[in-house]
């Protein structure tokens, strides 16, 4: 009867210290957030008003649309978390965006009140993030978009939607939005 028990109870030993171990080495390796990769998103912290021309989204030809993203930093500083809203158009969603260490890319989720859920893989490189989807077909033709965001300052960036219809040998704008800081980055930790 002994022998029963003793197995269970050694089981569970093994488990505990297996557990333990694991905690322990995870604790011990650098966060993908903490590289310098991890960190090529912080561009995009903080509170931005936004202004697009409107006829991008229905307006009136020469009018500016207007909205405002709030991107912070969340789950212990690893996740890059946007609000967007463009109350006139209303419109409002939200993205998740991480990097990924065993991809060498980042990888961004994008939900919004329309209905909407986009999943988009990129990088940085020359000075702009490009991140992009997979290709999809619509209207019979193989699409690709993607978000570039370039003409980055500490103060103001520009970020275009864009489309191809030839698998990324051309690209069209679709909506160009200009950011301008309103505040600086915050951490929620």
């Known amino acids: 009867m002994t ?11 093994f488990f505990l210290l297996a557990i333990g171990s694991a905690h322990g080495q995870s604790q011990q390796t650098t966060r993908p957030c903490d590289t310098p990769e991890g960190k090529q998103f912080d561009f995009w912290l903080g509170e931005w008003e936004l202004s697009w021309p409107a006829e991008q989204w229905g307006g009136e030809k020469g009018k500016l649309g207007k ?12 996740i890059i978390q946007e ?48 991140l992009r989807t997979e290709p999809f077909e619509r209207d019979g033709k193989t699409r690709v978009s993607r978000m570039v965001f370039n003409n980055i300052e500490q103060s103001s960036l520009d970020w275009d939607w864009q489309r191809s219809d030839d698998g990324g040998k051309t690209w069209a704008d679709v909506w160009n939005i200009h950011y301008q800081r309103k505040t600086e980055p915050s951490s929620t930790d």
């Open 83 to 130: 609000e967007f809203r463009f109350p006139e158009g209303n419109f409002d969603g939200s993205s998740v965006s991480v990097y990924n260490t065993k991809t060498g890319l980042w990888q961004q989720t994008w939900v919004d009140n329309q209905g909407s859920y986009l999943l988009f893989t990129g990088e940085f490189k020359n000075g702009a993030m490009e």
């Open 3 to 13: 022998h029963f028990i003793a197995v269970p109870v050694a089981l569970s030993l």
């Open 67 to 78: 909205g405002t993203n709030t991107i912070n930093r969340v789950l212990g500083d690893c």
